[in-house]
């Protein structure tokens, strides 16, 4: 039996501190058997938001290893081969990216920011639940895809559909 070949995906968003971590996290801890999920910024933090960390840790998801970084990292000799990016926020998605190696196929899932949200921690908690729930549906039907039938275009268009398609459902 051969096994199965993992396919990396960069989750970016700009500063690489709340849904760009949650959707590494919970990529891996969800389909890491046939994915490797990696996240960036094009303007990273100083580290994950706090809120961020406290949900996973929550969901019994390791943290070991979560951090800020540069999206620059993926575009270097010798980094991972990235098969999918993913921009998760309006502002990363409108930023002029590096030249990914190996043109892997693209698509934005805006989330909305939690970071942002305003209130007491428990209305911070909340909307960190949200963006992760909003993103774990958007992995789970982008998991269930079959990627060694579609062609590279089409591909692409199904994963845009998926962040699309879910936003007009008023996700």
């Known amino acids: 039996m051969t096994e199965q070949r993992k396919y990396n995906v960069l989750f970016l968003c700009t500063h690489n501190s709340a849904r760009s971590i949650l959707a590494e996290a919970a990529l891996n801890a969800r389909a890491g058997n046939r994915f490797v999920g990696y996240s960036a910024g094009s303007h990273p933090g100083a580290g994950p938001n706090p809120f961020a960390l406290e949900l996973l840790r929550s969901l019994d998801i ?3 290893g979560l951090h800020s970084k540069s999206w620059d990292e993926f575009a270097k000799d010798g980094a991972p081969k990235i098969d999918f990016v993913i921009t998760v926020c309006d502002d990363a998605a409108g930023e002029v990216c590096p030249i990914w190696p190996g043109h892997p196929a693209k698509a934005h899932w805006g989330v909305a920011d939690p970071s942002r949200a305003e209130g007491g921690d428990d209305e911070k908690r909340a909307a960190f639940h949200r963006a992760y729930a909003q993103l774990c549906r958007r992995i789970d039907m982008f998991t269930n895809l079959p990627l060694d039938n579609l062609e ?11 962040g699309t398609s879910l936003r007009e459902k008023g996700e």
């Open 62 to 64: 390791p943290t070991d």
């Open 152 to 162: 590279h275009g089409t591909l692409q268009h199904e994963m845009q559909n998926i």
